[in-house]
Structures are given as structure tokens and as C-alpha cells.
């Protein structure tokens, strides 16, 4: 990679964050990643590394700004994690996920007309609000949002996700298991009611056995056959709507 990854993981508060490209000439797809409620930790910049693997350049916003969960890989202890969601301010982490866009556009090794939001948990919820905020992002995959409706409304979570659901204007892909206990059945029911009620190009994908979380890297939430088809499934849509078949 083009990008030293060792620096890559010292991250600067918001939207500033490194960019990490793939081997070989440019420009690439670009991917923003919201990093699940632990924070930029070693899993998503792993999967940063996966996806330069691919061909993707991508950029990881600490929406903490530096003051997220100091145990970044507590996967079977989530007292910590709590605290920090609950005092998030996912407007602003919104607003740093669609900062983040613009900096990618901006790059000189990324094509500013394909780029994409791809986001984990409560990274998945920020990546859902920026897409919708913005209206001009080319993809959003989005790993089992965790917050498609907050536990109350207030400054810091002002509107429900799936009350702007009719404004994601961008292919989305909503990957969920089937067990997952944050975001049951009913509460699909109604996100799947909403995108045919607004027509909105989104699909939703189920992994039998799966609960919430299940790409944790380990730990208790973690279900190996969902996590790789859920790979799968996210990489070949991604593949789809940001590298499409050229004519012969």
C-alpha cells in the first residue's frame, strides 16, 4: 500500500484521518468507514487493509475525536462501549463521516464520482445518517446499524434513521442476522416497510444464526459463517455499483 499503515493508526480527532490507497496506479474507488462502537481498533483497520486489498482506497474518521473506549478490542465486555455510545453525539459523527466524502473526493489517487460509505454497529448507523444527509454518496453497506431508532430524541440524536430513510438516494445494503437482539424482527418489518413505501434502491441481507456484531474479530457475538458471507455479499454489491462492467 502506498499509505505507511503503521501511521495510519495514529489518528487524528475527526474527520482528519489518513487515507489509505492500494498498490498501483490510481484513481480507485473510495470507501468511508464508520468504525463500530469501539473505535478505530486493529478489526476495521483491518478491514481498511482488506478492501486496499481489493482495489479501494478508504479513510477511517475517529468520530470519538480521541475520546472513545480505552479498551478498543473488549469484545466480550461491553459496560465500557455503553458509556461512550451513550454520550455520543451522533450528529456530529454524522457530520464527520460526510466530511470525511469530501476528503476522499479530494484525493488525488480516488475518483470523486465513486465513493462510498461502509460502516459497522454504531458506525453503521453514522454511515446511514451521512448518506442520507448528504444525497450524493455512490453506495452505502451498512453491517447491522445498531440505532435505526434512538432510545429517546435530544440534540445529540435529533431524528430517527429510519425517519430519513426516504432521503438514501444511494444504493444501500443493510446486512443483519437473524438472531440479532439490538435490531429484532419487528424493527426490520418496519425498515423494510419504509423502503418500499419511498422506493428507496436498498436491500436487506439475513445470516441464519447470526446476532448482532457477528464480524467481531472474537468474543461471544462473533459467527464465522455470517461474517464471511456477509464478506461476500458486501464486496460483490460494492463491486457492483462502484467498479461496473465497461462495454466491450
Do not use: K
Request: with cysteine; net charge negative; charged share 25%.
Amino acid at each position: 500500500m502506498e499509505s505507511d499503515l503503521a501511521s495510519a493508526e495514529r489518528f487524528l480527532p475527526g474527520p482528519a484521518a489518513p487515507v489509505v490507497t492500494p498498490e498501483g496506479p490510481g484513481p480507485f474507488p473510495g470507501v468511508v468507514l464508520g468504525a463500530e462502537a469501539y473505535g478505530v481498533n486493529p478489526f476495521i483497520l483491518d478491514v481498511q487493509r482488506r478492501l486496499a486489498d481489493l482495489g479501494y482506497a478508504s479513510t477511517v474518521p475517529d468520530y470519538y475525536r480521541g475520546q472513545g473506549p480505552a479498551r478498543t478490542e473488549a469484545y466480550d465486555d461491553f459496560a465500557e462501549v455503553r458509556e461512550h455510545v451513550d454520550r455520543l453525539d451522533f450528529t456530529r459523527g454524522a457530520r464527520d463521516l460526510a466530511a470525511a466524502v469530501d476528503a476522499l473526493r479530494v484525493h488525488p489517487a480516488v475518483d470523486a464520482r465513486r465513493v462510498a460509505v461502509w460502516g459497522y454497529c454504531t458506525g453503521g448507523t453514522l454511515a446511514w445518517l451521512a448518506a442520507c444527509g448528504r444525497g450524493d454518496v455512490a453506495a452505502a453497506v451498512l453491517f447491522y446499524p445498531s440505532q435505526p431508532r434512538f432510545h429517546e430524541l435530544g440534540p445529540r440524536t435529533p431524528v430517527h434513521a429510519l425517519d430519513l430513510l426516504w432521503q438514501l438516494t444511494c444504493p444501500a445494503l443493510f446486512l443483519y442476522g437473524e438472531a440479532d437482539p439490538v435490531v429484532p424482527p419487528e424493527l426490520l418489518d418496519e425498515l423494510r416497510a419504509r423502503i418500499e413505501r419511498w422506493g428507496v434502491d436498498a436491500e436487506i441481507r439475513r445470516y441464519a444464526g447470526a446476532g448482532h456484531a457477528f464480524s467481531s474479530p472474537w468474543g461471544p457475538m462473533r459467527n464465522e459463517a455470517a461474517d464471511r458471507a456477509a464478506w461476500g455479499d458486501a464486496t460483490a454489491f460494492l463491486d457492483q455499483r462502484l467498479r461496473p462492467a465497461r462495454s466491450p
